[in-house]
């Protein structure tokens, strides 16, 4: 294949396939596309989904190119453009589900409504990390909750993913914020900001006691699912507490919230992607995030381990494990 219209990518073949490198043609933006030339793609939780055959709700038939989050370089733009040109530096969440090729790739073409420029304060790999995390954050704290000045916030699972970016911009946005996390990650939410709570060492009638005299949380942001969205009903003000989760797919009881008269939203953050409704909201969130990070006001943690692209399935694997201290990022 001719070097100077082809690429460099990693392809799953099958579920439970390795990643196995590849040269593919190289794409074009088509109406309303960018091309991207990615210098770096955040892996995230899904991509492994979608790698062993489990990510349905992601709708990306194998073999693929995975890989949603990047960050890179304007290369060519197609018809109907006009908030990008070559050479602007970008980022977003744009790829790999819904059948189109993601961002393990030296190339990529991409909606451009789903993009922002990259915060001029971070590297590549730093904006390669923050897209879902960070578009999951803001739809649930301030597209649904309407966080504000005041609002006593409760993250579950504060030090993760998307927990310690719900902590970060809650706060930016004059919340008192509180999460919950094991004892080790203690340090790591104060660092943040937050007030901890040890979820093994109070139950939910005692922190909501202990903090909020009995009247519950403004907000509680549920990163975790499972038991911990229950947790989450409990832990609700009365009147006027809003419950938000993005992992809120199982089956729950709704009457202890119901019973408290508060209400509930779920994030659904690949829905844009997947149906085109409210692309363009995306790219707003990401141009606001972008501000905020530029600001000093969001940080976003990254693992200590590099990969480049070679490197791709080791990456993964890290992740698989559980060993990453923070986003794991590919370097392409």
């Known amino acids: 294949m001719n070097p100077s219209t082809s690429m460099r990518a990693q392809l799953v073949a099958q579920p439970g396939g390795p990643l196995q490198p590849v040269r593919l043609p190289r794409p074009q933006a088509a109406a309303g596309e960018v091309l991207v030339r990615v210098h770096a793609s955040g892996v995230n939780p899904l991509d492994l989904k979608i790698r062993a055959g489990q990510g349905a709700h992601a709708r990306q038939p194998l073999p693929a190119v995975l890989g949603m989050d990047l960050a890179g370089v304007v290369e060519a733009i197609g018809a109907g453009v006009t908030t990008f040109a070559p050479g602007d530096e970008v980022y977003g969440m744009a790829s790999g589900i819904g059948g189109r090729q993601g961002s393990l790739a030296e190339y990529v073409a991409v909606d451009a409504r789903l993009l922002a420029r990259k915060p001029a304060s971070l590297s590549m790999r730093e904006a390669a990390a923050l897209p879902l995390i960070a578009i999951t954050a803001w739809e649930g ?43 080790a990650q203690r340090e790591s939410i104060e660092a943040l900001g937050a007030s901890p709570i040890d979820y093994r060492d109070e139950t939910v009638e005692q922190y909501v006691q202990r903090l909020t005299e009995g009247e519950g949380f403004d907000i509680v942001y549920d990163t975790v699912g499972g038991a911990t969205l229950d947790a989450a009903f409990a832990a609700a003000r009365y009147y006027s507490g809003h419950v938000v989760s993005c992992l809120g797919w199982g089956e729950h009881k709704l009457a202890p919230l119901s019973f408290r008269g508060a209400s509930y939203s779920g994030v659904f953050t690949l829905l844009p992607l997947l149906s085109g409704r409210n692309a363009a909201h995306h790219g707003e969130i990401l141009a606001a995030i972008a501000q905020r990070v530029d600001a000093g006001e969001l940080r976003v943690r990254l693992d200590e381990q590099r990969f480049s692209l070679d490197d791709a399935e080791a990456a993964h694997q890290r992740v698989l494990r559980g060993e990453a201290r923070g986003k794991v990022v590919v370097d392409i």
């Open 141 to 183: 704290l301030v597209d649904r909750a309407r966080v504000g000045v005041g609002h006593k916030v409760l993250v579950h699972g504060g030090a993760g993913g998307v927990g310690h970016i719900v902590v970060q911009l809650a706060r930016a946005f004059g919340a008192e914020v509180f999460a919950t996390g094991s004892a």
